[in-house]
T-cell receptor, first 113, second 115 residues
């Protein structure tokens, strides 16, 4: 298995622009997580899905953030409009039902200027 | 109030100098405690899961232990390739999210091993 695949690896955008981050989880994993990592706050859970259904989005910072999972092999995290304080590394992770250990993607480094 | 606290924040060792990283937690109803390794520019890589006090897991130069209040990651005779950030995460019912068992991560310990 190629692991969790995220794209793009790096994204630089101007304030006010829409940003879409993409994730392909490991086949057979029915949990998918979106995390954000910054020096100030560490690794924060934004939202997670179970069987493509959003379960908990309490970590989504604002209405500017939205996430979808249209099928078991694809998820997106969208920021519209983006702001400089959204600059961070965004990770997607997936796990099997036992949740014994998550597999993370390589992340998307987002810079909003 | 932090549920998971890792110490030290940073640690510098000489190659071969053994040491331990600490992860203390204050959650109730611990279901599992995870250790991850994160290299610069990469996502966290799963190392161990511990489920109950007294449990130990080993992998090469790493050994993780668990008590009712904390976990230690012991590094024996480290090598420069062990340099990374080590993250701890605890899995327990989270009242803030309806009692779900989604792990809460600590801030990590940045380890540098000098040759």
């Amino acid at each position: 298995d190629a692991g969790v695949i995220q794209s793009p690896r790096h994204e630089v955008t101007e304030m006010g622009q829409e940003v879409t981050l993409r994730c392909k989880p490991i086949s057979g994993h029915d949990y998918l997580f979106w995390y954000r990592q910054t020096m100030m706050r560490g690794l924060e859970l934004l939202i997670y899905f179970n069987n493509n259904v959003p379960i908990d989005d309490s970590g989504m910072p604002e209405d500017r953030f939205s996430a979808k999972m249209p099928n078991a092999s694809f998820s997106t995290l969208k920021i519209q409009p983006s702001e400089p304080r959204d600059s961070a590394v965004y990770f997607c992770a997936s796990s099997d039902p036992q949740g014994a250990g998550y597999t993370f993607g390589s992340g998307t480094r987002l810079t909003v200027v | 109030e932090d549920q998971v606290t890792q110490s030290p924040e940073a640690l510098r060792l000489q190659e071969g100098e053994s040491s331990s990283l600490n992860c203390s937690y204050t959650v109730s109803g611990l279901r599992g405690l995870f250790w991850y390794r994160q290299d610069p520019g990469k996502g966290p890589e799963f190392l161990f899961t511990l489920y109950s006090a007294g449990e130990e897991k080993e992998k090469e130069r790493l050994k993780a232990t668990l008590t009712k209040k904390e976990s230690f990651l012991h590094i024996t005779a480290p090598k420069p390739e062990d340099s990374a950030t080590y993250l701890c995460a605890v899995q327990a019912p989270n009242p803030a999210s309806g009692g779900s068992y989604i792990p809460t991560f600590g801030r990590g310990t940045s380890l540098i091993v000098h040759p």
